[in-house]
Protein backbone atom coordinates (compact mmCIF):
# COMPACT_ATOMS: atom_id res chain seq x y z
CA UNK A 1 0.00 0.00 0.00
CA UNK A 2 3.05 2.64 0.58
CA UNK A 3 4.61 1.89 -2.13
CA UNK A 4 1.21 2.83 -4.20
CA UNK A 5 0.76 5.33 -2.73
CA UNK A 6 4.44 6.63 -3.51
CA UNK A 7 3.36 5.77 -7.00
CA UNK A 8 0.54 8.08 -7.10
CA UNK A 9 2.05 10.95 -5.83
CA UNK A 10 5.11 10.71 -7.93
CA UNK A 11 1.93 10.45 -10.80
CA UNK A 12 1.03 14.06 -9.39
CA UNK A 13 3.58 15.05 -9.20
CA UNK A 14 5.10 14.38 -12.66
CA UNK A 15 1.27 15.88 -14.24
CA UNK A 16 1.81 19.19 -12.34
CA UNK A 17 5.73 19.54 -13.35
CA UNK A 18 4.14 19.10 -17.35
CA UNK A 19 1.11 21.39 -16.66
CA UNK A 20 3.37 23.68 -15.79
CA UNK A 21 5.98 23.38 -18.74
CA UNK A 22 3.33 23.48 -21.24
CA UNK A 23 1.46 26.92 -19.49
CA UNK A 24 5.24 28.44 -19.15
CA UNK A 25 5.72 27.98 -23.00
CA UNK A 26 2.06 29.32 -23.71
CA UNK A 27 2.49 32.28 -21.93
CA UNK A 28 5.51 33.10 -23.50
CA UNK A 29 4.27 32.62 -26.94
CA UNK A 30 1.40 34.56 -26.43
CA UNK A 31 3.49 37.60 -24.78
CA UNK A 32 5.59 37.68 -27.95
CA UNK A 33 2.87 37.76 -30.11
CA UNK A 34 1.56 40.62 -28.29
CA UNK A 35 4.43 42.67 -28.10
CA UNK A 36 3.42 46.08 -28.45
CA UNK A 37 4.16 47.59 -31.92
CA UNK A 38 6.45 50.63 -31.67
CA UNK A 39 5.01 54.28 -33.07
CA UNK A 40 7.87 53.89 -36.03
CA UNK A 41 6.57 50.68 -37.14
CA UNK A 42 2.55 51.32 -36.63
CA UNK A 43 3.06 54.51 -38.98
CA UNK A 44 4.55 52.94 -42.09
CA UNK A 45 2.67 49.62 -41.56
CA UNK A 46 -0.49 51.75 -42.00
CA UNK A 47 1.21 53.39 -44.57
CA UNK A 48 1.75 50.37 -46.68
CA UNK A 49 -1.36 48.72 -45.22
CA UNK A 50 -3.40 51.87 -46.97
CA UNK A 51 -1.67 51.78 -50.06
CA UNK A 52 -2.39 47.74 -50.13
CA UNK A 53 -6.04 48.54 -49.82
CA UNK A 54 -6.40 51.29 -52.73
CA UNK A 55 -4.32 49.28 -55.21
CA UNK A 56 -6.35 46.30 -54.68
CA UNK A 57 -9.81 48.56 -54.70
CA UNK A 58 -8.46 50.80 -57.94
CA UNK A 59 -7.18 47.54 -59.59
CA UNK A 60 -9.99 45.06 -59.03
CA UNK A 61 -12.83 47.50 -60.22
CA UNK A 62 -10.51 48.46 -63.50
CA UNK A 63 -9.73 44.84 -64.24
CA UNK A 64 -14.01 43.99 -64.07
CA UNK A 65 -14.32 47.27 -66.99
CA UNK A 66 -11.28 45.55 -69.32
CA UNK A 67 -13.39 42.34 -69.01
CA UNK A 68 -10.62 40.64 -66.77
CA UNK A 69 -7.40 42.01 -67.96
CA UNK A 70 -5.39 44.70 -65.94
CA UNK A 71 -3.58 45.13 -69.35
CA UNK A 72 -5.35 44.90 -72.39
CA UNK A 73 -2.41 44.11 -74.32
CA UNK A 74 -3.16 40.72 -72.74
CA UNK A 75 -6.33 39.58 -73.97
CA UNK A 76 -6.25 37.37 -77.50
CA UNK A 77 -8.27 39.76 -79.70
CA UNK A 78 -10.13 43.09 -78.53
CA UNK A 79 -13.04 45.11 -80.45
CA UNK A 80 -11.81 47.72 -83.02
CA UNK A 81 -14.23 50.39 -80.75
CA UNK A 82 -13.58 51.27 -77.17
CA UNK A 83 -11.25 48.16 -76.82
CA UNK A 84 -13.17 45.61 -75.40
CA UNK A 85 -11.62 42.02 -74.96
CA UNK A 86 -13.93 39.22 -77.27
CA UNK A 87 -15.30 36.44 -75.27
CA UNK A 88 -16.44 34.81 -78.41
CA UNK A 89 -14.94 35.38 -81.68
CA UNK A 90 -15.17 33.04 -84.90
CA UNK A 91 -17.67 30.84 -82.47
CA UNK A 92 -14.50 30.07 -80.46
CA UNK A 93 -14.42 30.90 -76.43
CA UNK A 94 -11.44 33.56 -75.66
CA UNK A 95 -12.62 34.05 -71.98
CA UNK A 96 -9.71 34.49 -69.52
CA UNK A 97 -9.89 31.91 -66.72
CA UNK A 98 -10.16 32.76 -63.34
CA UNK A 99 -6.66 31.53 -62.75
CA UNK A 100 -5.81 34.33 -65.58
CA UNK A 101 -7.86 37.15 -63.90
CA UNK A 102 -5.86 36.65 -60.92
CA UNK A 103 -2.78 36.79 -62.07
CA UNK A 104 -4.04 40.06 -64.28
CA UNK A 105 -5.02 41.51 -60.41
CA UNK A 106 -1.43 40.45 -58.73
CA UNK A 107 0.17 42.34 -61.31
CA UNK A 108 -2.01 45.63 -60.87
CA UNK A 109 -1.65 45.40 -57.43
CA UNK A 110 2.07 44.81 -57.98
CA UNK A 111 2.95 47.93 -59.95
CA UNK A 112 0.35 50.37 -58.27
CA UNK A 113 1.45 49.74 -54.85
CA UNK A 114 4.83 50.81 -56.03
CA UNK A 115 3.21 53.90 -57.15
CA UNK A 116 1.28 54.44 -54.05
CA UNK A 117 4.48 53.94 -51.65
CA UNK A 118 6.57 56.60 -53.95
CA UNK A 119 9.75 54.94 -52.41
CA UNK A 120 8.51 56.20 -49.12
CA UNK A 121 10.01 59.82 -49.89
CA UNK A 122 6.83 61.28 -47.66
CA UNK A 123 8.84 59.65 -44.54
CA UNK A 124 12.42 61.56 -44.71
CA UNK A 125 13.17 61.02 -40.60
CA UNK A 126 12.93 56.73 -41.18
CA UNK A 127 15.87 54.94 -42.27
CA UNK A 128 14.21 52.40 -44.18
CA UNK A 129 15.59 49.37 -45.98
CA UNK A 130 13.33 47.42 -47.95
CA UNK A 131 13.73 43.48 -49.34
CA UNK A 132 12.20 42.29 -52.23
CA UNK A 133 8.40 42.01 -52.86
CA UNK A 134 7.18 38.89 -53.38
CA UNK A 135 4.34 38.69 -56.33
CA UNK A 136 1.07 39.52 -54.51
CA UNK A 137 -0.98 36.00 -54.23
CA UNK A 138 -4.61 36.80 -55.02
CA UNK A 139 -7.81 34.73 -54.79
CA UNK A 140 -10.97 35.34 -56.18
CA UNK A 141 -14.05 34.33 -54.43
CA UNK A 142 -17.50 34.64 -54.64
CA UNK A 143 -17.95 38.14 -52.91
CA UNK A 144 -14.75 39.18 -52.45
CA UNK A 145 -10.87 39.14 -53.48
CA UNK A 146 -8.59 38.79 -51.72
CA UNK A 147 -4.29 39.55 -51.81
CA UNK A 148 -1.67 38.72 -49.63
CA UNK A 149 2.09 40.21 -50.34
CA UNK A 150 5.30 40.06 -48.52
CA UNK A 151 7.66 42.72 -48.02
CA UNK A 152 10.26 43.30 -45.70
CA UNK A 153 10.83 46.29 -44.55
CA UNK A 154 13.41 47.51 -41.58
CA UNK A 155 12.68 50.23 -40.20
CA UNK A 156 15.33 52.60 -38.42
CA UNK A 157 14.69 56.11 -36.29
CA UNK A 158 17.12 56.93 -33.77
CA UNK A 159 17.85 54.06 -31.32
CA UNK A 160 15.07 52.15 -32.68
CA UNK A 161 14.61 49.53 -35.00
CA UNK A 162 12.28 47.30 -36.27
CA UNK A 163 11.03 44.84 -39.22
CA UNK A 164 7.47 44.06 -41.04
CA UNK A 165 7.05 41.92 -44.04
CA UNK A 166 3.29 40.51 -44.39
CA UNK A 167 0.02 42.35 -45.42
CA UNK A 168 -3.14 41.24 -46.54
CA UNK A 169 -5.99 42.84 -47.67
CA UNK A 170 -9.20 42.43 -49.73
CA UNK A 171 -11.88 44.00 -51.24
CA UNK A 172 -15.83 42.80 -51.55
CA UNK A 173 -16.62 42.64 -54.62
CA UNK A 174 -18.68 40.14 -56.31
CA UNK A 175 -15.95 39.09 -59.04
CA UNK A 176 -16.47 35.99 -58.71
CA UNK A 177 -20.54 35.70 -59.37
CA UNK A 178 -20.69 37.78 -61.61
CA UNK A 179 -17.57 35.53 -63.53
CA UNK A 180 -19.44 32.35 -62.91
CA UNK A 181 -21.93 33.81 -64.60
CA UNK A 182 -20.89 35.55 -67.52
CA UNK A 183 -18.93 31.60 -68.35
CA UNK A 184 -22.15 30.02 -68.28
CA UNK A 185 -23.64 32.88 -70.78
CA UNK A 186 -20.60 32.20 -72.84
CA UNK A 187 -20.53 28.31 -72.89
CA UNK A 188 -24.53 28.55 -74.09
CA UNK A 189 -23.80 31.24 -76.52
CA UNK A 190 -21.18 29.33 -78.37
CA UNK A 191 -23.59 26.10 -78.13
CA UNK A 192 -26.69 27.84 -79.04
CA UNK A 193 -25.85 30.94 -80.88
CA UNK A 194 -27.10 34.06 -80.08
CA UNK A 195 -29.14 34.12 -77.03
CA UNK A 196 -30.13 37.31 -75.87
CA UNK A 197 -32.93 35.98 -73.05
CA UNK A 198 -30.01 33.83 -71.79
CA UNK A 199 -27.90 36.93 -70.76
CA UNK A 200 -30.94 38.44 -69.27
CA UNK A 201 -31.55 34.74 -67.05
CA UNK A 202 -27.88 35.43 -65.86
CA UNK A 203 -28.45 38.77 -64.76
CA UNK A 204 -31.58 37.92 -62.80
CA UNK A 205 -30.61 34.62 -61.32
CA UNK A 206 -27.71 36.64 -59.81
CA UNK A 207 -29.42 40.42 -59.03
CA UNK A 208 -26.79 41.85 -61.91
CA UNK A 209 -28.36 44.09 -64.38
CA UNK A 210 -26.55 45.25 -67.93
CA UNK A 211 -27.23 46.61 -71.27
CA UNK A 212 -26.41 45.24 -74.61
CA UNK A 213 -24.67 47.82 -77.19
CA UNK A 214 -24.84 46.95 -80.38
CA UNK A 215 -22.40 48.03 -83.42
CA UNK A 216 -22.05 45.41 -86.97
CA UNK A 217 -21.62 41.92 -85.63
CA UNK A 218 -20.76 42.74 -82.39
CA UNK A 219 -22.57 43.05 -78.76
CA UNK A 220 -20.59 44.14 -75.97
CA UNK A 221 -22.36 43.30 -72.58
CA UNK A 222 -22.24 46.10 -69.64
CA UNK A 223 -22.80 44.34 -66.20
CA UNK A 224 -23.32 46.16 -63.42
CA UNK A 225 -23.53 44.64 -59.97
CA UNK A 226 -25.15 47.49 -57.39
CA UNK A 227 -24.66 45.08 -54.78
CA UNK A 228 -20.86 45.52 -54.95
CA UNK A 229 -20.71 49.46 -54.52
CA UNK A 230 -17.50 50.95 -53.21
CA UNK A 231 -16.80 55.08 -52.75
CA UNK A 232 -20.33 55.23 -54.62
CA UNK A 233 -19.14 53.16 -57.08
CA UNK A 234 -20.55 49.90 -58.33
CA UNK A 235 -18.47 47.11 -59.86
CA UNK A 236 -18.63 46.80 -63.81
CA UNK A 237 -17.85 44.07 -65.98
CA UNK A 238 -17.84 44.09 -69.74
CA UNK A 239 -16.73 41.97 -72.36
CA UNK A 240 -17.64 41.64 -76.10
CA UNK A 241 -19.12 38.78 -78.25
CA UNK A 242 -18.66 38.00 -81.87
CA UNK A 243 -21.46 37.13 -84.18
Same mark, same amino acid.
Given at each position: ?37 ? /?? +? ?7 ? %??? *?? =?? $??? @? ?90 ? /?? +? ?7 ? %??? *?? =?? $??? @? ?70
Amino acid at each position: MKNRGQLTIFIIISILIIAVVVLFFTLKGTLQKEKPVS /PE +TAEIQNFVQ %KCL *DD =SL $ESV @VFKVGENGGYYFLSSAPATTPILEVPYYIKNNISLMPSKEKIQDEISKGVARELIFCLEDFSLFPEYEITKGKMNTPEVVIEPERVLVEVNY /PL +TIIKGDSKS %KIE *DF =SS $EVP @VRIGIVYDAVAMFVEEEIELGECANCFLKFLEENDLYGPIEYFENTKIFIIRDFNSIINKKEFVYIFANEY
